[in-house]
């Protein structure tokens, strides 16, 4: 009795801000024996990171924008590749993002809290580990992390569609080739030092670590790749929805946006779009290092790259918009 008027009393004062009913909050504690009663330092931890999302959600009002590579104003696009092509129209509702990556931290309190085994916990895992920095994982964790939140919260949690991330990059929409404090590149003080080829990649800063875009987003075109909802298809611009896109129906890989860093600052650039397989494989050594003797393996769990994240949106605005 008492832990489950905890939760109800702390999603109820997190979410109260978004007018939702909040009548049907018990019923997902009560699906599921594990989130009905985990130990009390889970319990601990799932409300304090509650109250941070509570904290970071931006609100972002729908509109129309022309998305996908607008070139350079010369006839000149800057992707050599046509993925970003053509320019073309979207409108989106109104939605809501988590100003920051989600971290390793954020992502323990879910695994621990729904008995799932913790990311990249494998030597080679474990030295990308740290609390703040941004967690390494595949599509299937980043979706079923959101889907948990919305479980939470009876708030329609999800991952963010395509147009929503390039739409929120670009703070509303507005043309700007990249998604830092004033739309440009000036190293090292919003955006990542620089490192030769001769240098190592140098470990992934903690989130928040420079300025945010003026729609109040943390590191969307630098600190890691971001998954979104949607599959992959090079032509899909030429095709698209103008409304609310979701991408294709099926596919073999999901879009990726956004970027590590370094010294391509072409890739960071705000409609730029990467993919891969939702699941990422690694290669094995099952009988030592016999190079002719290799397998691919996916990730046990929802481990990934490190340089894969993600962050949720909710497919709703709260009441007031300040």
């Not at 299937?140 to 948990?148: E, L, N, R, T, V």
């Not at 190592?200 to 928040?208: D, I, M, R, S, T």
């Not at 298809?233 to 590590?260: L, Q």
């Amino acid at each position: 009795m008492k832990t489950a008027l905890m939760r109800r009393q702390l999603v109820a004062a997190c979410f109260a801000y978004s007018g939702l009913p909040m009548s049907t909050i018990g019923a997902a504690a009560a699906a599921s024996p594990q989130a009905a009663s985990p130990p009390a330092s889970v319990e601990t931890r799932v409300q304090a990171l509650l109250t941070k999302v509570k904290g970071s959600l931006r609100p972002l009002k729908g509109g129309t924008f022309d998305m996908g590579d607008w070139g350079n104003g010369a006839g000149q696009y800057y992707d050599i590749d046509t993925y970003s092509r053509p320019l073309h129209k979207v409108t989106l509702d109104g939605f809501s993002m988590l100003a920051y990556k989600v971290t390793y931290e954020d992502f323990d309190v879910f695994t621990d809290a729904t008995g799932k085994q913790r990311i990249n916990m494998d030597e080679l895992g474990i030295r990308d580990r740290a609390p703040k920095r941004p967690a390494g994982v595949s599509w299937y964790g980043a979706k079923a992390y959101c889907q948990w939140l919305g479980t939470l919260t009876h708030l329609p949690f999800d991952l963010p569609t395509e147009a929503q991330w390039e739409y929120a990059a670009r703070s509303g929409g507005k043309r700007v080739l990249f998604a830092t404090d004033n739309g440009k590149i000036e190293r090292p003080r919003n955006f990542p030092k620089e490192w030769t080829d001769e240098e190592e990649q140098p470990p992934l800063p903690a989130v928040g670590s420079y300025p945010s875009n003026p729609a109040g987003l943390y590191g969307m075109s630098e600190n890691t790749y971001e998954w979104v909802e949607d599959w992959f298809d090079e032509n899909y611009y030429k095709n698209s929805p103008k409304k609310n896109p979701t991408g294709p129906g099926k596919g073999i890989e999901k879009v990726k946006r956004g970027s590590v860093g370094g010294k391509a600052e072409i890739s960071a650039m705000v409609f730029m779009r990467t993919k891969a397989v939702p699941q990422p494989m690694e290669t094995t050594y099952p009988n030592g290092p016999d190079y002719e003797k290799r397998v691919m393996l996916p990730f046990p769990g929802y481990s990934s790259y490190p340089t894969t994240n993600f962050r949720c949106v909710v497919n709703s605005l709260p009441k007031k918009i300040k």
